[in-house]
C-alpha cells in the first residue's frame, strides 16, 4: 500500500458535518476527530499479533475507549498515562498486559503505580530493572534496545544513536541480563524504538539488530515490538511506508526467531501519529485579516499553545479555509501568513524549521473565516498548553456521523485551579 494525499486549501465538511456548525456548536478553538480515520488504520495494521496504541499523541478519554473497543491496547510513558489508561478501562492485569509503562526512567509516582498494578515494563535504562526488581522480584519486563543508530524527521524526533537518550545501548544487553538475574527478573521481550518517519532501507538495518539483540538474550523472550515512527504523509509529495513490505521484514525476524527458540514470538507495533494525525482537524477563526509590506496576514483564534509543532519542529501542517458563507473554493489563492494570537513573534503556522516565515496558498481569507489546521491528531491537543493564559481547547469527537463534546473547554477557573495568593 503506498498512496499518497492530497489535500485542498478548501474545505466545507469535516467528515459530513459543516465546519461552521461544529465552529457554532463548540466554539473556536476547536480540535475534532474524525473516528472512522482511526478505526480505518487500525484496521491497516491487522496483520500485527498487538497493535500498542502510544497514547501520547492524543490520549483523551473517549479516543482511547474506542480503541480499546477495537482491539487495541496502549503504551504509558508517565503515572498520569497510567492513570488515563486504567481510566480508559485498560486493565491492569499484568497477564494481559493491555498496560506497558515504557520509559527511560522511573520518577518516583510511575515507579509506584507501575508496582501497584503489575504492569510490564519496557526499560530504557539499566537502573529501571534493579529499581523495579528490588519492589517486584521476578517480575517480566522487556528492553528498549537503543541499537547505536537513529532516524527521525528532525534532529529532536531522533530516538536512537549515542545523540539520544532513549534505550539500552546495544553492547550493554549482557549486563542488563546480570542486573535482571540478581533480582530474579525474566527479560520477555525486546523493543526497539528508533524515530518518526520510518524508511524501509533504514527499517532492515533495525531488524537485524533486533534479531541480534534477541540472539543475545536468548529463549526467555516472547515479544518483539517494532516501536512506532509510522509515518503519515502531510504534503502532497510525502507518502506511507508500503505497510505490506514493512511487516513482511518483521514477520521474517519474528519467524527465525520463532523457530530458533522454538515458541511462537509475538510481534507488536507501537504506533501513536500514525493511528491519530489523520483523524484530527484544529478549527480556527479568522479574526484579522492585515497587510504588512508584502505579506498578507491571516491572523486567527488559535496559536501555538494549541498546535505547537510548528513552533517546535518547523512541521508543515495542510491548511485549508472554510468561509463562514459560500465556498471558499471559488476564490482566487493568494499567499498568506498564518498567525495566532500569542504575544510572540513566532506565533505563526506558516513557518519552516529554523523560523522561517512562510506563506501558503489559500482562498483569500476574510474575518469570520474558519482556518483548518489538518492532519493535527496526533501531538496536538496533548501538547497544548495556558501560556498567555490561553484556555485550552475544546475536543470533539465524530462518530457515525454525529459529533459528540470529549473535553470540554477550559474555564478561566480551571487556568488558576491550584494557585493561592499566601497572607
Ligand atoms: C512516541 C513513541 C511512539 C510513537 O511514535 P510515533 O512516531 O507517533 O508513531 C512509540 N513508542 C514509543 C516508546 C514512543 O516514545
Known amino acids: 500500500m503506498i498512496s499518497t ?41 491487522s496483520k500485527f499479533d498487538v497493535v500498542r496504541y ?45 498496560i506497558v509503562y515504557t520509559a527511560d526512567l522511573f520518577d518516583r509516582a510511575s515507579l509506584e503505580l507501575a508496582v501497584e498494578h503489575a504492569l510490564v515494563v519496557n526499560c530504557g535504562s539499566p537502573d529501571m530493572i534493579s529499581q523495579l526488581g528490588e519492589l517486584r522480584p521476578g517480575a517480566e519486563i522487556t528492553l528498549r534496545i ?54 524501509l532501507e533504514h527499517l532492515s538495518e533495525v531488524c537485524d539488530a533486533m534479531e541480534k539483540a534477541a540472539m543475545t538474550v536468548g ?50 507495533i507501537e504506533p501513536g501519529r500514525f493511528l491519530a494525525a489523520e483523524s484530527g482537524y484544529l478549527i480556527a477563526e ?23 509543532r510548528p513552533v517546535m519542529y518547523g512541521s508543515y501542517h495542510p491548511i485549508s479555509v472554510s468561509a463562514k458563507s459560500g465556498d471558499a473554493s471559488e476564490r482566487e ?36 473565516d474558519y482556518i483548518v489546521l489538518e492532519n493535527a491528531g496526533a501531538y496536538g491537543f496533548v501538547m497544548a498548553s495556558n501560556y498567555n493564559s490561553k484556555q485550552r481547547a475544546a475536543e470533539v469527537l465524530i462518530e457515525n456521523g454525529s459529533a459528540k463534546l470529549i473535553r470540554q473547554r477550559e474555564s478561566f477557573e480551571d487556568l488558576t485551579r491550584g494557585e493561592m495568593i499566601p497572607e
Open 146 to 199: 537503543n541499537p547505536g543508530f537513529g532516524h527521525g524527521h528532525s534532529q529532536k524526533t531522533n530516538t536512537g544513536g549515542e545523540q539520544s537518550k532513549h534505550g539500552i545501548w546495544h553492547t550493554q544487553i549482557d549486563d542488563c541480563l546480570l542486573r535482571a538475574d540478581q533480582t530474579g527478573v525474566t527479560v520477555t521481550g525486546l523493543h526497539m524504538h528508533i524515530g518518526s518517519g520510518t524508511d
Open 219 to 268: 529463549r526467555t523472550i516472547h515479544t518483539i515490538s517494532a516501536g512506532g515512527g509510522l509515518p503519515v504523509p502531510y504534503r502532497d509529495d510525502e507518502t506511507y511506508v508500503d505497510l505490506d513490505q514493512y511487516f513482511d521484514l518483521w514477520d521474517a525476524v519474528r519467524n527465525r526467531l520463532s523457530e530458533r527458540f522454538g515458541h511462537h514470538i509475538s510481534l507488536e
Open 286 to 308: 479568522v479574526r484579522s485579516v492585515k497587510r504588512m509590506g508584502e505579506n498578507l496576514f491571516a491572523l486567527v483564534d488559535a496559536g501555538f499553545n494549541d498546535l505547537a
Open 54 to 98: 502510544a497514547q501520547k499523541a492524543c490520549g483523551n478519554l473517549a479516543i482511547l475507549d474506542r480503541m480499546r473497543k477495537r482491539g487495541v491496547v496502549v503504551d504509558a510513558v508517565s503515572a498520569g498515562e497510567i492513570h488515563r489508561a486504567l481510566l480508559a478501562g485498560y486493565s491492569g492485569d499484568p497477564s494481559k498486559a493491555e
Open 5 to 45: 494525499n492530497s489535500f485542498n486549501n478548501s474545505r466545507s465538511t469535516i467528515s459530513g458535518i459543516p465546519v461552521h456548525e461544529l465552529a457554532e456548536q463548540f466554539g473556536t478553538p476547536l480540535y475534532v476527530y474524525d473516528l472512522s480515520v482511526i478505526e480505518k488504520r487500525i484496521d491497516e495494521l
Open 333 to 368: 489563492s493568494v499567499p498568506v501568513v498564518v498567525g495566532g494570537p500569542l504575544c510572540e513573534s513566532g506565533d505563526i503556522f506558516t513557518q519552516r524549521e529554523g523560523g522561517y516565515v512562510d506563506s501558503r496558498l489559500l482562498p483569500a481569507p476574510r474575518v469570520g
